[in-house]
């Protein structure tokens, strides 16, 4: 079944295991899909996802009920959907391994944007104007299915935001990165070009919070929910809102929110 509060993953995740949602995935989170990626996506046929391409994957894998490990390390399409995401809340400490969008399907997301081990992403980057009343990064960022387009938009209300959020927003830290993420051999969402870092001398990030290696996280977070809900508005999740947080961490995942791409790019090569 699909869950459609974030108490019901915590009930869940407290049995020890995310929910196989992939033979149920619910007619919303089917739509949301869909509407986030119409460039790619022509419509879902059962079990299978299938792409303008004529292409078909799965959504479900057929695994059943994972562990959050195997969640995160392997995680069908469906799984993805897993965690509802709560777009607008406060930044309330998540309870543990709540990490709503933190688990992607490789080959998904490699045929969205191109695998960057392939060197299939370089193509794909346009070059953003970050913040320009502020500063003169342009930062490189993938122009498929509306990303560039969604962070261009993002920069122009973050750069209406008064001056004392300047700490906060300049300069970045960083978009494209072909790397993995610390501590895995999974892809960043840096490597496929749909993530953006900011506030580096403001961030928190959950590894550097343990006292031990099975010690609990403790949450921390210094950004402004001001620029979280900017973000969430053109369809970036927060790493600020998992358990295993990353709060200068924000990537494009508009499938999560029901936001769909912007309807045309508004950024330059």
Known sequence: MHLPAISAALVVCALGALP?????LDEAARNRLLKAYPEALDRIDGNDLVWRDGARMPLDDGKGDKSFEQWLATPDIADTFAIPYPAGADATPPAV???????????????????????????NLVR??????RGKQRLPFNRRNGAA?????????LDALPSSFDVFLVP???????RVIAGTDRVSAHGHGIAIDIALKHAHYWRDA???????????NEIPMDI?????RHGFIWGGRWYHYDTMHFEYR??????????APTSAP
């Open 20 to 24: 196989a949602l992939s033979k149920a």
């Open 97 to 123: 391994d709540i990490d709503p969008g933190r688990a992607r399907n490789a080959p998904f997301f490699d045929k969205l944007y191109g695998n960057c081990r392939k060197g299939e992403v370089e193509k």
């Open 128 to 133: 953003v104007d970050w913040l320009p009343r």
């Open 149 to 157: 387009a969604a962070l261009a938009a993002v920069s122009r209300d």
């Open 172 to 178: 970045s830290a960083g978009t494209y990165n072909c």
């Open 210 to 220: 343990m006292s031990g290696k099975d010690a609990p996280v403790t949450f921390k």
């Open 228 to 232: 979280v809900r900017i973000f969430e």
């Open 254 to 263: 508009p499938e999560l929110l029901g936001v769909a791409p912007p309807a």
